[in-house]
């Protein structure tokens, strides 16, 4: 069987299970937190309290068969509604437990959206928490499909907890929920668009591009230290394709496949795996290249062969190629060490030629990597949500060309001076610490100069608004 009609027969099986899944289970809460505390954790402020549920509920699995899966739902507490409802999808965790159903894996950051006013549902994934098998990792279908089913399921909580919701529907996610972020968007314009709306997403330093962008970043010739992604998502797809993928001992050289096997069966998790792999590595290399582990014989597949099964794999897992109604804004760093930053600008282009009404890709920091870009795209992603809510407000324009206003020096010490075409006039500035905090908040409309002396050194950002947009600057402090 070819690759692309087993391809189109697993997502056949899977639309087949459409009206047997979706179905809730149970909704119990798992925490209520106050809007102060809520604060003391995030290290930001927010607008309102929170309850989250753990929720289960009947989707279908890789397999055809129905699974029980589950997620999170977290809601603004406290506060009359209508709320907006957010698909927030997590990045990659440690493990099957690493979950936000476990308050773990990345909750935090659903937790921090609820208190801005959205409904936000956040499934734990395929493979992940209560579902059964090996997570399929960076899988579109599959990523998409536990999102959509999950917001199916809870309406019916939602409905007999008198928790009103609007019909404003938005996706986010970061890494790896960055790419089902994108998967999400894509099924429900593509197989949901007669129940659901989506009005606009906000991915998030994701892989979109895997038969491309992340295949030259993860096989070149630099050092790549994330060498578990590769490994899970080898087992993945041969989950996804178990005829088309060959076994581990084709795919890999000898000394790497007892991690493997190890973080398969549930051993061991993902840092661990990691943590050996490099190990391994670094017996062959001075530095780690994730090359080392596969057998000559899949890299002249996956670089000469683009016909093969494998890269067919590849590439119907890419999500930098389709064409989207509703607008979507690719966040990134320009110094991103897990996810070429490429990924974003490919999509943009492919988007853009594909004839999408409203993409972009969206440079947060140049400097920033995937740790320090967290908090200031989730920043981003909420404000730019929030403009499609205010209907008075120019939602395509909320952000302002970033080049048309200058910061001197930067890096800095002492003061910095901001620079503004003669046609620009700002209304505030919020200066905002590296873990998201405002820290200083002026709205002298002549205001163009900061002292900052007496901050540590850091990466920090200025947020310029000038009527009803707004554009994020990112300094240096030095000291």
């Not at 929170?50 to 699974?67: K, M, N, P, S, W």
Request: with cysteine; proline share 5%.
């Amino acid at each position: 069987m070819s690759c692309i009609k087993y391809i189109f027969l697993a997502f056949f099986c899977l639309s087949q299970y459409k009206t047997s899944s979706q179905q809730l289970i149970s909704a119990d809460l798992a925490i209520s937190l106050a809007k102060g505390i809520i604060e003391l954790n995030l290290g930001t402020e927010v607008e309102n309290d929170v309850a989250a549920y753990r929720i289960l509920y009947t989707t279908t699995d890789l397999e055809g068969r129905l699974d029980t899966a589950s997620g999170l739902l977290v809601l603004p507490n406290n506060v009359e509604g209508p709320f907006p409802q957010l698909i927030y999808q997590h990045g990659t965790v440690d493990g099957r437990f690493d979950v936000p159903s476990e308050l773990a894996g990345g909750w935090e950051l659903a937790l921090g959206i609820a208190s801005f006013g959205f409904v936000t549902i956040t499934p734990d994934f395929q493979g992940l928490g209560t579902s059964r098998g090996i997570h399929p990792y960076v899988h579109a279908d599959s990523e998409a499909l536990a999102a959509v089913d999950m917001l199916i399921a809870v309406q019916s909580f939602l409905r007999d907890s008198n928790i009103e919701v609007t019909d404003k529907l938005f996706v986010t996610g970061y890494s790896q929920g960055g790419h089902a972020a994108m998967a999400a968007h894509r099924a429900l314009e593509r197989d949901y668009s007669d129940q659901y709306k989506v009005t606009a997403s906000a991915p998030m330093s994701g892989p979109y591009n895997i038969s491309g962008a992340m295949l030259d970043f993860t096989l070149g010739d630099l050092e790549y230290n994330f060498v578990g992604y590769l490994a899970w998502t080898t087992l993945s797809y041969q989950r996804a394709y178990p005829d088309l993928m060959p076994d581990l001992d084709v795919i890999f050289k000898e000394k790497y496949i007892a991690p493997i096997q190890q973080f398969t069966t549930e051993e061991i998790g993902l840092g661990e795996l990691n943590q050996q792999l490099r190990s391994l590595i670094l017996e062959d290399s001075n530095i780690v290249q994730p090359k080392f582990m596969f057998t000559d014989e899949i890299l002249s597949i996956i670089s000469n062969r683009e016909d093969h099964p494998i890269n067919d794999a590849f590439k119907a897992n890419d999500l930098h190629n389709w064409l989207p109604v509703a607008p979507i804004r690719m966040l990134y760093c320009g110094m991103d060490e897990q996810v070429a930053f490429q990924n974003a600008l490919i999509a943009e282009s492919t988007m853009m030629q594909l004839g999408a009404p409203d993409v972009a890709a969206v440079l947060i920091d140049e400097n920033g990597n995937h740790g320090s870009c967290v908090i200031p795209a989730s920043l981003y992603m909420v404000d730019y949500f929030k403009g499609f809510l205010d209907q008075t407000s120019p939602v395509n324009d909320a952000l302002l060309p970033a080049e048309e206003i200058k910061l001197s020096p930067n890096p800095a010490s002492n003061e910095i001076r901001i620079d503004y075409p003669s046609h620009l006039i700002p209304n505030r500035v919020t200066l905002i610490s590296p873990i998201g905090q405002a820290i200083y908040t002026n709205e002298e409309k002549a205001m163009d100069q900061i002292n900052i002396s007496q901050l540590e050194s850091g990466l920090y950002f200025l947020r310029i608004e000038i009527g009803k947009q707004y554009v994020l600057k990112p300094l240096v402090v030095e000291k």
